[in-house]
């Protein structure tokens, strides 16, 4: 996968050709469309179909030309040589997150560099690429996406380098965000429906409230078990304290402006913030990924590196 230590190679050859793209008035324009109940209206299907990684590069700037844009995607793509993973391969053309019109290099946008901003036991927990885990001792060590007990769509939500697909389905009181791949069903409480402290989630539990045409959404109530979170690189971490707040903007007819802002003093310095776009799809179907856990494929990882190691021993 796509490591941290890949992109600072990356990023040598493409500083030279960077500059700011400006930024369109969309938002001043749009007039969003309202439900039966008066609120905005981001019912539908909406996905992410770029190669924007949550950090980017030690010393590339958050936006890039269009010039840019295309030789990073394209160093990006040429990073996955070898890659075995199908739905990769069906991805199409690599292209680089847009947010109103500019190209993004990663998601965050604070701190400035882009890093994620680790205290000491934040970086000792995460010295590792997320999708290579931290080892075939045993189930938790591989990540969660591959055991299929972490979707996509948990807050706050993060993109892959391959299509991803969320349904949002809107009532008076509540909204639902049915996630594509390993599609649990999220809750947004709408008001101030709050769960008991003792109840806690790899998912959390979300609280959402109207800010004019923007959906504020607060989530707490994080258990503690996993902190770990998927990235294309190395991962995120959420600890029992997290709050995540995010704001949902709708900005034209196919465009869906997502800010995000975590604030976790177990594992971060700080708090930092991350934004991206979903894509309003012309279709509004879903399909069944049946992805659960303790299939096949985990059995078969595990008992792949028994004979692994039964083999070294052997050699010795």
Known sequence: MFTRSCAVMLAACLVSSLSVAQPSDSERTYEVPRTEHGAPDFQGVWSTRFSTGLERPPGMPLVLSPE?????AAAVE?????????????FGAHVLAMVDGEYRSSVITHPDNGILPFN???????????FIGRGYDGPEDRPGTERCTEAWGDPPMR?????????????AETIAIVSEEVNPVRIIHMGEKRRPEAVT???????????GNTLV?????YSERNPERATIARPMLLSDKARVTERFTRTS?????YQFEVDDPTYYTERWRGEFSFTREASPRLYEYACHEGNYSM??????????????????
């Open 120 to 130: 000491e036991y934040g970086t000792s927990l995460s010295g590792h690429a997320y």
């Open 78 to 90: 040429t990073s996955l040589a070898g890659n075995t993973d199908p739905d990769i391969d069906r």
């Open 159 to 171: 993109a892959f380098m391959y299509q991803l697909f969320h349904g949002f389905v809107q009532s």
């Open 201 to 211: 989630g790899f998912g959390g539990h979300s609280v959402g409230r109207w800010e």
């Open 68 to 72: 840019a844009a295309t030789g990073y």
């Open 253 to 257: 007819k196919t465009e869906l402006n």
């Open 299 to 316: 059995v078969v990882a595990l008992e792949g590196e028994r004979v692994i190691e039964a083999q070294a021993a052997r050699d010795q």
């Open 217 to 221: 959404v607060e989530t707490t109530h």
